[in-house]
Nanobody, 126 residues
Framework: QIQLVESGGGSVQTGGSLRLSCSASGNTYNANYMAWFRQAPGKEREGVAGISSSGAPTFHADSVKGRFTISQGNAKNTVVLQMNSLKPEDTAMYYC???????????????????WGQGTQVTVSS
C-alpha cells in the first residue's frame, strides 16, 4: 500500500508559477512510476507529466511542454511539478499517482495507476 500526499496548489494570475509536490509513503519500493494528472470540471482526467523511479524516462503532455517540468524532489520518495507560465486553461484539480510494473507506452493512461492522492487545486485567473 502506498499513500500519496500532494501540496503546493493555489491561485495565481496568468503567467504565474506554482510548484506542486507529491510525497509518497508506505511500500514505495513497489512503485516504478509516478505522475501528475489533472481534471477540470466536466472534463476527463488527463496525464500532465510523469517520471520513473530511476528519473527517466519522463513524459510531459503537449499542452504543458516548455512550461511544466517534472522531477524527483530532494526528499526521498518525492516528486515535484514545477509549473511556469500558467494559463487559465491549466485550472484544474491536480492529482499525484503511482504505478508499479507499468509499461512505458502506458504511462499517460490513468487506468494503469494503482494509487492516487486526494488532489490539490490549481486556479489560474486571467
Amino acid at each position: 500500500q502506498i499513500q500519496l500526499v500532494e501540496s503546493g496548489g493555489g491561485s495565481v494570475q496568468t503567467g504565474g508559477s506554482l510548484r506542486l509536490s507529491c510525497s509518497a509513503s508506505g511500500n514505495t519500493y513497489n512503485a516504478n512510476y509516478m505522475a501528475w494528472f489533472r481534471q477540470a470540471p466536466g472534463k476527463e482526467r488527463e496525464g500532465v507529466a510523469g517520471i520513473s523511479s530511476s528519473g527517466a524516462p519522463t513524459f510531459h503532455a503537449d499542452s504543458v511542454k516548455g512550461r511544466f517540468t517534472i522531477s524527483q524532489g530532494n526528499a526521498k520518495n518525492t516528486v515535484v511539478l514545477q509549473m511556469n507560465s500558467l494559463k487559465p486553461e491549466d485550472t484544474a484539480m491536480y492529482y499525484c499517482a503511482a504505478a508499479f510494473g507499468i509499461a512505458t507506452l502506458d504511462v499517460r493512461d490513468r487506468v494503469y495507476y494503482n494509487y492516487w492522492g486526494q488532489g490539490t487545486q490549481v486556479t489560474v485567473s486571467s
